[in-house]
C-alpha cells in the first residue's frame, strides 16, 4: 500500500491542484491507469 498524504489551504486550493497542467499530464494521464485501487480522503485540521 502507498498513501499519498496532500494539505490545501480550501477546496478551491484543491480543485486549482486537479486542474493544473502537471497534474493533469502526470497523475491524470500516467499514474492513475496503472492503479489497482483509488481512495481519496479528505479531513478537516483539529486545532488544540
Request: glycine letters at 0%; aromatic letters at 16%.
Amino acid at each position: 500500500m502507498f498513501v499519498l498524504y496532500e494539505q490545501y489551504h480550501d477546496s478551491n486550493a484543491f480543485q486549482a491542484h486537479v486542474d493544473s497542467r502537471h497534474y493533469q499530464d502526470y497523475v491524470a494521464r500516467r499514474v492513475r491507469p496503472l492503479l489497482a485501487d483509488r481512495q481519496v480522503s479528505f479531513y478537516t485540521t483539529v486545532e488544540p
